[in-house]
Nanobody, 125 residues
């Protein structure tokens, strides 16, 4: 069972940056596709970004392309989300997720079996 713990959330002004981290334990980290999702108040959880097992591919939601970068360090069992040019609409709880199975992108929450507890990101205008 993959155990995930996010960190790095906080309060930032619009235009600022944050770097989220997600530390994994309890599984072979390099065997999982990793993703970031977010959930704003009153809204459904939505896909943000995903990265392949070796980091050879990445995928993003259109609204974050060019602003967010997902990366991973398999030696440290950690996946990151660098968020630049943040906007108030980016305010949400951000979740790290791990996906079993094929090394291909998944942008639906139900495709991911392992979840962290979330970290709160608040972007002020």
């Amino acid at each position: 069972q993959l155990h995930l713990v996010e960190s790095g959330g906080g309060l930032v002004q619009a235009g600022g940056s944050l770097r989220l981290s997600c530390a994994a334990s309890g599984g072979i980290f390099s065997g999982y596709v990793m993703g970031w999702f977010r959930q704003a108040p009153g809204k459904e959880r939505e896909f943000v970004a995903a990265i392949g097992r070796s980091g050879s591919w990445t995928g993003y939601q259109d609204s974050v392309k060019g602003r967010f970068t997902i990366s991973r360090d398999n030696a440290r069992n950690t996946v990151y989300l660098q968020m630049n040019s943040l906007k108030p609409d980016d305010t949400a709880v951000y979740y790290c997720a791990g996906r079993d199975g094929m090394d291909e992108i998944g942008n639906k929450a139900y495709e991911y079996a392992h979840w962290g507890q979330g970290t709160v990101v608040t972007v002020s205008s």
